[in-house]
Nanobody, 117 residues
């Protein structure tokens, strides 16, 4: 059974930092492009950043310069380091993986990040 489990969310003050983790079981992430998405209250889910199997990392505008994505295939994990957090970063953050060869994808259940004073 495939599982993606996110962790590291919580309440943080504006300007603070959090590190999210996503660990997979049942699949080998070295075959998958990995991504972080987020969904703020009342808004559509949006892409935050992508890490390809080839090592390329792309950030969407919202996280560029403040967020850092990394992946560790040996630990079957994806990470999102978020710095200088803003109230508008409040959202549920989801891990997504998509197999390069055929597009098969999986989602985690999400972890809530709340940025508030």
């Amino acid at each position: 059974q495939v599982q993606l489990v996110e962790s590291g969310g919580g309440l943080v003050q504006p300007g603070g930092s959090l590190r999210l983790s996503c660990t997979a079981s049942g699949i080998q992430l070295r075959f998958y492009t990995m991504a972080w998405y987020r969904q703020a209250p009342g808004k559509q889910r949006e892409l935050v950043a992508t890490a390809t199997t080839g090592g390329r990392i792309d950030y969407e505008h919202s996280g560029e310069g403040r967020f850092t994505v990394s992946r560790d295939n040996r630990k079957n994990s994806l990470y999102l380091q978020m710095n200088s957090l803003k109230t508008e970063d409040t959202a549920v953050y989801y891990c997504n993986v998509q197999r390069d060869i055929d597009g098969l994808e999986y989602w985690g259940k999400g972890t809530l990040v709340t940025v508030s004073s």
